[in-house]
């Protein structure tokens, strides 16, 4: 699958629990580490999206601040 620059796809199975393994690669690009927490959105037309907490939270400053979220 070619990809843009700075976009990156994998491919996870879902277990029986409903747990998934995020790729290593993508952890190690995002520093995703055991014990950190993730939000998980969800839009029953466009999918699932799931992304580091502190993401969100430092684009709610970015808001709160009169910044435009990067």
Known sequence: MKQSKGKHAGIVRVGEKGQIVIPKGVRDLFDIKPGDTLLVLADEKQGIVITKD?????????????????
């Open 54 to 70: 502190d993401v969100l939270f430092q684009q709610f400053d970015a808001i709160l601040r009169g910044e435009e979220p990067t």
